[in-house]
């Protein structure tokens, strides 16, 4: 905890949060912060960053994200779709897990780490592109003065 990358921001620990944040929020399952917080500690990246990532997927976004995972994983793999009705109780996860569990699952591993690759990625090109730019500014505001 004492480690300054969980606290401060800089082009490792942001980028490595975005990874650590992104992959927890497309997987489906209960206290995403905490495992989130864990592979903060574990890869030493940002540690508020990565907990305030998961919430991508909150009770207005879990619905379309998840059945678009389900949609992926059924592509995938080749099944055909099963009507469900989801339900937020203990009986439909267990029930599902055998049902659209699989499908649900490797849909939600594919876009876990396609979008914690691009949000690693994006937040790596836009971090080395602000620094470029500032730097380029301080150039020319030093030129003018000199001039």
């Known amino acids: 905890m004492h480690d300054a990358n969980l606290?401060?921001?800089n082009r490792k620990s942001?980028?490595?949060a975005f990874a650590v944040g992104l992959f927890n929020a497309f997987i489906p399952v209960p206290f995403q912060m905490w495992l989130s917080?864990?592979?903060a500690i574990l890869f030493r990246?940002?540690?508020p960053l990565a907990v305030g990532l998961v919430w991508i997927t909150n009770p207005f976004t879990i619905p379309p994200i998840f059945?678009?995972?389900?949609m992926l994983g059924t592509f995938v793999l080749g099944q055909e779709t099963q009507n469900f009705k989801f339900e937020l109780s203990w009986d439909f996860l267990a029930e599902s897990m055998s049902t659209i569990g699989p499908a649900l699952m490797t849909g939600s591993f594919i876009c876990a780490v396609t979008?914690?690759?691009?949000g690693y990625l994006v937040m790596n090109v836009i971090w080395r592109?602000?620094?470029k730019s500032n730097w380029q500014k301080r150039l020319e505001t030093r030129q003018q003065k000199q001039d």
């Open 7 to 9: 606290w401060h921001l």
């Open 14 to 16: 942001v980028a490595g």
């Open 37 to 39: 917080a864990a592979g």
């Open 45 to 47: 990246v940002n540690l």
């Open 67 to 70: 059945f678009g995972c389900y």
């Open 115 to 118: 979008f914690s690759t691009l």
């Open 129 to 131: 592109s602000t620094v």
